[in-house]
């Protein structure tokens, strides 16, 4: 299928790695040029090195967990040129007891997961009901909708985003602009590597046994009983910014592995 992209040109947040770096790679694929981001030069300048080899693609060097970093990447974008795609990829997740985080925690999750999305939507989707065509997708989660009480705080950064991308959704009415949500499944990226591997040392096991593990308990309603890959993710979130979904707006689409037990 032709997804149409061709002419358009998409920033996606925190692709260095993981989901994002596959939603890039695809969406160059498909003749989007990229915009990269990460918080390392040398990420950045590796991936974009990588993903030149497949089509037009940027780096934009900024730190998305502050207004100051964030403002830094829309002026730095702004110089490549309109924005028509942008997937708010960027998010940081963990395990932590609710009583233990503290109001600085929350403040910190919100400002990466959450205002980093605010702020460029603030400026990005502005430009796009000018030029009246654009795409918006915010990268949630399952746990957006079906809250772990391991990571309540990161939960709630999750709900926040599907409110958010449906209240913005409402400011496109009659244009060709779009804005929804993505319910992204237990994924296997370098992030959930990491945060495993904190989980195994801590409890004296390997990130092996907590891999299988977590479809015992956490992941025990998942229908597909295993980690997606990046690419599977990808598939969806390419699909939400392509020309082809124009009839899909203020919607938070599922790709949670059959995670989240419910008809709707
Ligand atoms: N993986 C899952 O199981 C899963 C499930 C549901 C939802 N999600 C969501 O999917 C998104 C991506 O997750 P992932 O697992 O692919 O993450 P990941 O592997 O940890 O990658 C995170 C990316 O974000 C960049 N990044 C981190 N902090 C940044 C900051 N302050 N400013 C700019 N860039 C920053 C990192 O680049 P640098 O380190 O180079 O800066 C990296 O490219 C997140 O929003 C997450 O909540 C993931």
Redesign the pocket.
């Known amino acids: 299928m032709d997804l149409n992209l061709k002419n358009t040109l998409a920033l996606v ?9 596959a939603v890039a790679a695809s969406l160059v694929r498909e003749g989007a040029s990229v915009i990269i ?4 030069e040398e ?2 300048a590796t991936v974009v090195l990588e993903l030149r080899a497949l089509g037009n693609v940027h780096g934009v060097v ?4 502050t207004a100051v ?1 964030t403002e830094q990447l829309i002026e730095q974008v702004s110089a490549i040129g309109p924005v028509d795609i942008l997937v708010n ?5 963990e395990f932590k007891p609710f009583f233990e985080v503290t109001d600085e925690e929350w403040s910190k999750l919100f400002d ?2 959450v205002m ?1 999305g605010v702020r460029l939507a603030r400026t990005l989707l502005k430009d796009m009901l000018e030029r009246d065509w654009g795409r918006i997708v915010f ?5 957006g909708v079906k809250p772990n009480p391991e990571m309540i705080h ?1 939960s709630v950064t ?1 709900t926040t985003q599907i409110a958010l991308a449906r209240g913005l959704a409402e400011l496109t009415k009659g244009t060709r602009v779009t804005v929804n949500s993505a319910l ?9 590597e ?1 945060f495993l591997s904190k989980i195994a040392a801590s409890q004296g096991t390997s990130v092996e046994a907590l891999k299988t593990e977590y479809f015992k308990v956490d992941g025990f309603n998942s229908l597909l009983q295993r ?2 890959t ?1 690419d599977e993710i990808a598939s969806l979130i390419v699909f939400l910014c392509s020309r082809n979904a124009s009839a899909i707006n203020g919607a938070a689409e599922r790709v949670d592995g059959g995670m989240v037990r419910s008809i709707l």
């Not at 900024?62 to 967990?65: F, S």
């Not at 990268?139 to 746990?143: F, L, T, Y």
Request: charged residues 15%; without cysteine; aromatic residues 10%.
């Open positions: 947040t925190g692709s260095t790695s993981g989901i994002g770096k981001n990460g918080r390392s990420r950045v900024a730190d998305l967990a970093g990829n960027v998010g940081f997740f990466l997961n980093s990268v949630s989660s399952e746990a990161y999750k992204v499944a237990p994924t296997w990226t370098e992030g959930v990491t980690f997606a990046v």
